[in-house]
């Protein structure tokens, strides 16, 4: 009952990777090239962000974060918000998103 996007692209943001859908829950793992950075953008679902590798830099509203491996970042839903490779490394990442709207990384 799930769908694999195994080429799953990320337009604002560069990040690359594979989305798989449930009926309730998109779960992203994706690259975020290392000099990468997202355009600002919201979405009407919330986000989990977890950093399986390297680290993040996120701006959250207008509040900038580093978030580093092993640490979540939480975006609420109609935030506006962006993401990027923190460091000389890029960051490895899995997002969780209610699958009622779109999928936006």
């Known amino acids: 009952s799930a769908t694999v996007t195994p080429h799953a692209g990320v337009p604002q943001s560069g990040a690359t990777g594979a989305v798989v859908t449930g009926e309730m829950l998109h779960v992203g793992l994706l690259r975020y090239p290392r000099g990468s950075w997202s355009q600002p953008h919201s979405h009407p679902n919330e986000q989990f962000t977890f950093v399986v590798g390297g680290a993040l830099r996120a701006e959250i509203g207008s509040e900038p974060f580093l978030v580093g491996k ?28 209610d699958s009622r709207c779109e999928f936006m990384g």
């Open 70 to 97: 092993h640490c979540v970042v939480h975006v609420p839903a109609g935030m506006p918000h962006h993401l990027s490779a923190a460091g000389d490394a890029d960051a490895l990442v899995v997002t969780l998103q």
